[in-house]
């Protein structure tokens, strides 16, 4: 599945370039607009929507969320002899693991100050300081990867995958641990990454299986 992914990205080289090109442009374009856009979404603070978005964000996590899901997918493929579930499975979660991985590099690299740090906002460099780990969002990076993974790879689960990282994304926001400019550049690696993965799992799900054969 990785193979069909890296050759389809090396095919479509261009397209996919273009695809973080534009997401990242329009998180940069954000940048002047983050601290407003901050204080209009999380405004209406209150202890039950801090309860929720703490809940989101705690099952929008890799090893909770990502991972989670992509074992019970397999599973239930499993039991139910559903090859393409078990395909939309590991599309999933390597689509997660990849964006995540991708942002956490980023992040640890570029050293932007998160909302609740309280300190001037800009690119500091590298930092062993969980303070400076805002850009991009990792949550809404792997969240957005397993979204997209399954939305193409198993299409009847597109709007509650899709609408359940959108969520993600709003969590981070509300509990002030990203700009919305780091969930828009998340979100962005983990399309891209989901594209791949999830054209290639559709694709290796509908060929027979080595057994069978």
Not at 58 to 80: K, Q, R, V
Request: glycine fraction near 10%.
């Amino acid at each position: 599945m990785l193979a069909g992914a890296t050759r389809l990205v090396r095919a479509r080289a261009l397209p996919f370039a273009l695809l973080v090109a534009i997401g990242f442009l329009a998180a940069l374009a954000l940048l002047p607009f983050d601290a407003g856009l901050l204080h209009v979404l999380t405004d209406n603070d209150t202890r039950a929507l801090r309860d929720i978005a703490r809940a989101i964000s705690l099952w929008g996590d890799f090893p909770t969320g990502s991972l989670i899901l992509s074992a019970a997918l397999w599973s239930l493929g499993t039991l139910a002899r559903r090859p393409r579930w078990r395909a939309a499975a590991l599309a999933a979660l390597l689509a997660s693991a990849i964006a995540g991985v991708t942002a956490n590099c980023l992040r640890l690299t570029l050293g932007r100050p998160r909302p609740n740090a309280e300190l001037p906002d800009g690119l500091y460099g590298p930092r062993n300081d969980h303070r400076y780990h805002a850009f991009p969002s990792g949550h809404s990076a792997t969240a957005m990867g397993s979204a997209t993974a399954m939305a193409i790879a198993l299409p009847p689960t597109a709007a509650p995958a899709v609408g359940a990282a959108l969520a993600v994304g709003w969590s981070r926001i509300y509990l002030r641990q990203h700009h919305p400019s780091d969930v828009i550049a998340g979100f962005t690696l983990g399309i891209a990454a989901g594209i791949a993965l999830g054209l290639s799992g559709r694709t290796r799900s509908q060929k027979p299986e080595t057994g069978a054969r």
